[in-house]
């Protein structure tokens, strides 16, 4: 497979390995954004449902180094998988990081970490 050259093409390979991992059973599409604006805050990422399927967005801002970019995603993915908590993240009465969601961010991270995640998303394409 390709060698990502950039946090962009390295996040569709981050992205592929979670679904691969962690099926979450609807489709998911991943934008990057200039910023995520909420409430006078700036946000990493946010995951919102659009229909039957989930979207991520993440801040070109705020996700400037690939490690900050793969927590950032890996924290959307938990939501994902939480189905019932893939809310506009900055929205109070939405906002859901119970848990049940830190539990299955801490799964992911640790195999990313510890695991052999970061080898194996090297496995899926850039694009
Ligand atoms: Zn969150």
């Known amino acids: 497979m390709p060698k990502a050259r950039n946090r962009f093409e390295r996040s569709n390979?981050?992205?592929a390995w979670l679904?691969?991992?962690w099926p979450?059973?609807?489709p998911v599409r991943l934008r990057w954004r200039k910023e995520i604006k909420g409430g006078g805050e700036q946000y990493f990422g946010e995951t919102w449902?659009?229909?039957r399927s989930l979207v991520i967005d993440l801040s070109r801002r705020r996700n400037r180094h690939w490690a900050t970019m793969v927590e950032s995603l890996c924290h959307e993915w938990a939501h994902c998988v939480l189905w019932g908590s893939a809310t506009i993240e900055h929205n109070p009465k939405c906002n859901d990081?119970?848990?049940a969601?830190?539990?299955q961010y801490g799964e992911i991270i640790d195999r990313w970490s510890h695991d052999g995640g970061a080898e194996q998303a090297n496995?899926?394409?850039v694009s």
């Open 97 to 99: 990081h119970s848990p």
């Open 13 to 15: 390979q981050v992205l």
């Open 24 to 26: 979450c059973g609807r």
């Open 19 to 21: 679904k691969h991992e």
């Open 123 to 125: 496995e899926f394409g």
């Open 101 to 103: 969601f830190w539990a």
């Open 49 to 51: 449902r659009d229909g």
